[in-house]
């Protein structure tokens, strides 16, 4: 089984409506991410967790929220979607100590 | 903004070649890391190379950091078609754990 997984995998919605990806571990990580993929301009953070009391912005948080339920598990929420936010999400994780990141397979979001 | 900036954006060449991308940086780093990204999917790291090192090698993957010129090149050795993929570069700032990600150099591998 993969370590990092994220449902929904895809996802058409419209505009107005809120939306919720989830992501899940099994690496036993404290560090989870959201980043989202606009083409030609590589990952961006979303929101970051260093343990499940903590969460904090990143570089483009406005119009996200999230919720870390449990070690294992970081939600991203988008409370009305809008046309541009239309991209690809990653849920990515990290040991403490280092700074390698995991990531999950992405979500594909369509806001129509 | 974004940390990172790869060159070239794109790059394509013959199978068994060698392909080189740059990455430079802007501010003081804790370590600079190489990641792959197969069309639309998750991202796979493939390096990291802490401030104090010149020189890391992994299979047919070479990287160097030039810490004085804020700069990084990743050298893919003997290049396999299993290797077109998108290859992005990623910092850690000094008193930061996270990555900031540059915009990725696209590599075409033809047979």
């Known amino acids: 089984d993969a370590d990092v997984t994220q449902t929904p995998r895809n996802r058409i919605t419209k505009t107005g409506k809120r939306i919720m990806l989830e992501c899940s571990q099994t690496?036993?990580?404290?560090?989870m991410y959201w980043y989202r993929q606009d083409p030609g301009l590589g990952l961006r953070l979303i929101y970051y967790?260093?343990?499940?009391?903590?969460?904090n912005k990143g570089e483009i948080s406005d119009g996200y929220s999230v919720s870390r339920q449990a070690q294992a598990k970081f939600s991203l929420s988008l409370e009305s979607a809008i046309p541009n936010q239309t991209a690809l999400y990653f849920c990515?994780?990290?040991?403490?100590?280092?700074?390698?990141?995991?990531f999950g397979p992405g979500t594909r979001l369509t806001v129509l | 903004s974004q940390q990172g900036e790869e060159d070239p954006q794109a790059l394509s060449i013959q199978e068994g070649e060698n392909a080189t991308m740059n990455c430079s940086y802007k501010?003081?780093?804790?370590?600079l890391q190489w990641y792959r990204q197969n069309s639309g999917r998750g991202l796979v790291h493939l390096i990291l190379?802490?401030?104090?090192?010149r020189e890391k090698h992994s299979g047919r993957l070479r990287v160097t950091l030039d810490t004085s010129k804020k700069s990084s090149s990743l050298l893919i050795t003997a290049s396999r078609a299993a290797d077109t993929a998108s290859y992005f570069c990623?910092?850690?700032?000094?008193?930061?754990?996270?990555?900031?990600f540059g915009a990725g150099t696209t590599v075409t591998v033809r047979a």
């Open positions: 501010t003081s780093i804790n370590n």
């Open positions: 690496k036993g990580h404290d560090r």
């Open positions: 967790s260093f343990d499940v009391k903590d969460i």
């Open positions: 990515a994780t990290s040991d403490f100590r280092v700074g390698e990141q995991f």
């Open positions: 190379i802490r401030s104090n090192e």
């Open positions: 990623a910092t850690v700032g000094v008193n930061d754990y996270k990555l900031s």
